[in-house]
């Protein structure tokens, strides 16, 4: 597989043309908080001091799990299909919000149990439908997992615009974010496994269960897997997080913005910042998700990093599909919106500080 | 002073209405956490399983003050009226960010101390130019309060909409809700007190000082504040401070949804809060600001309440003018999309939890 070398986007002057444009405005000093990080952020991946978001575009990776047939969700597997024709009527909640905020939306078939008429909107890129009972062998082949990803970079190649919001849909698809991040940051499994959409006590202990047992099934993957994050991919799925991973890496060549939805789409991360640390650079997050292995990856993530990630809103979502992403996009409006067009105290004519 | 009283919004009947339509759209349950509290809330201040939000005012109430005198703030008095010209003509964060949402921005001159020629946008209610020096003695007399009330009053009884988002302006006016807070919850002012626009840790301690010297100034009317709330902002004031307190009962009255900004705009709803407590639930908090005061402000307000009063952003803002309000808004109106344009399992033809 041949990942792109990410160019570094640390830069000094500009990053000061920035931070001198802010410090100027008429407000006090760092009086916006997080935004103006934000607006530092955005400047840097753009490379302008005057950012601008054009065409945005959310891209929703849809996959089905063959884990699922252990009972690790609270859905049966037609919802993800299901869910699919529903982003594409328009009824989601991510059809909603990308309807409220001219965001375009497209849904990707990477891997669903599910043969879909061609329709607008909809990207056909299945690898197969669903993936392996992670379980008893791998989810993907080593090929599979590589042509998920390749998926991802050619949809992104080909969208237009400069930011792309990424989320997802797949019952079972928890399930292998926890192992990703249990495989990624050498976490136990039971620390690294939640709810999901809305599994009981009960079933979240049954749901540690198998997990332990696709561990325990993959023991030398997970071993390995800080330096061979792919075969942990490929292990434990899905599709749509191999295709996520495919996008974020193409996203991040072309220094476009990533705006990371929950938990599901930060394990996507964790995959493509294990092949390219400077992902990140390029990422928002949008949310901390009410999954509670979410704060565990923004912690892996913020390793190494000046300051600790935290994602814009923390509203207690755990829906995924992008909506989180979908919610925080006008954050980014704003933080383009007050370098571009907020006064300076000396054009304003306002007295600074004493 | 006739303050109106306001009727209880509880509504058993239509909350289990609006309950069941989030229940039942395609999501799992409560997935969407805090924003279907908040299409809770919207649904009962509007008194309709789907509220829509029309024509959202933005309101800053403007006002000088005669503390400002003893170097309380960062910047000098004259800031109030150059910033009070900067968002009618559009550069300040929020003139920027009402654009952005479309939101009809009025800037009210409660008692600047400044003429202001008549201009579009700019609403003239000046009580007196400035208060006086509440280190000398009262702020206000309880005519000019009462008057800044009545004009807070009139102002929202003439404008549109469903909806009004509240913020200020006004050098000095942190330590005016510092001193709020302090009587109103019984704390002492050293825990009330903050940088406000930036001041160093000598500045913070000179006004914790001159903060004191008020407080002993009107050690009565502090000791009685709970009880006769108007004595204690007439004492303190600031015109802008209490016509937003007049605002925000006239909102409350006409069943509006009161977006409230960061700590001086929440100092008004203590103020109100303690005439009316019903005016809490017509009250979206907006952001938690970065002033340590506001924090306080909240627990103070969440007594009594079914669960803790919790603002929808977190972004350390610390600027006021009504930009957290602003940057909230869009939330305000995907809480109102969800409910009206989301799909149910039953009408999308999707399968419930198992």
Redesign the interface.
């Known amino acids: 597989m041949n990942i792109p070398t990410l160019p570094d986007l640390t830069n000094p002057a500009l990053a000061a043309r920035l931070q001198h444009k802010l410090d100027h ?11 103006e990080a934000l607006a530092l952020q955005l400047g840097l991946i753009l490379d302008t001091d005057t950012p601008q978001l054009t065409a945005p575009q959310l891209l929703v990776c849809a996959g089905d799990h063959g884990l699922a047939a252990r009972g690790v ?4 597997s ?2 993800t299909w ?2 699919v ?2 982003f594409l ?5 991510v ?3 990308a ?3 001219g965001l375009a939306l497209s849904v990707v078939d990477c891997g669903v149990r599910h043969d879909f008429a061609a329709q607008p909107g909809l990207l056909l890129h299945k690898v197969a439908p669903g993936t392996a009972d992670s379980s008893a062998g791998l989810a993907m082949t080593a090929a599979q997992c590589h042509q998920a990803i390749a998926n991802g970079v050619e949809i992104v190649n080909n969208l237009p615009g400069n930011a792309v919001l990424l989320g997802e849909m797949g019952i079972g698809n928890t399930s292998a974010a926890s192992l990703i991040l249990s495989g990624l940051a050498d976490l136990p499994i039971s620390t690294c496994t939640g709810a999901g ?2 599994l009981d006590a009960a079933g979240v202990a049954r749901k540690v269960q198998v997990l332990q047992q696709v561990r325990q099934q993959h023991a030398t993957v997970f071993a390995n897997a800080p330096r061979q994050p792919l075969a942990l991919l490929a292990a434990v799925g899905g599709f749509e997080i191999a295709t996520l991973v495919g996008a974020i890496l193409q996203a991040a060549a072309q220094r476009r913005v990533v705006v990371v939805d929950g938990f599901i789409t930060t394990a996507a991360v964790l995959v493509a910042h294990a092949l390219q640390p400077l992902v990140l650079q390029r990422c928002v997050f949008a949310h901390q998700s ?1 999954e509670p292995g979410h704060a565990l990856m923004l912690a892996h993530l913020s390793q190494n990093q000046a300051q600790a990630l935290r994602p ?8 995924g599909e992008g ?1 989180g992403a979908a ?1 925080a996009w ?2 980014l ?2 933080a383009c ?2 370098l571009a ?3 300076s105290f000396e ?8």
Do not use: C, E, F
């Open positions: 405005k008429t407000k006090p000093l760092a009086s916006l908080g997080r935004l969700s609270a859905y049966p037609d919802v299901q869910m024709q529903n009527s328009g009824g989601a909640a059809s909603v919000l309807r409220q905020h959409t809305g009410g814009l809103l923390d509203l207690g979502l755990r829906l909506s919610l006008p954050l409006q704003s919106a007050i067009q907020m006064a054009s304003a004519g306002v007295a600074a500080a004493l």
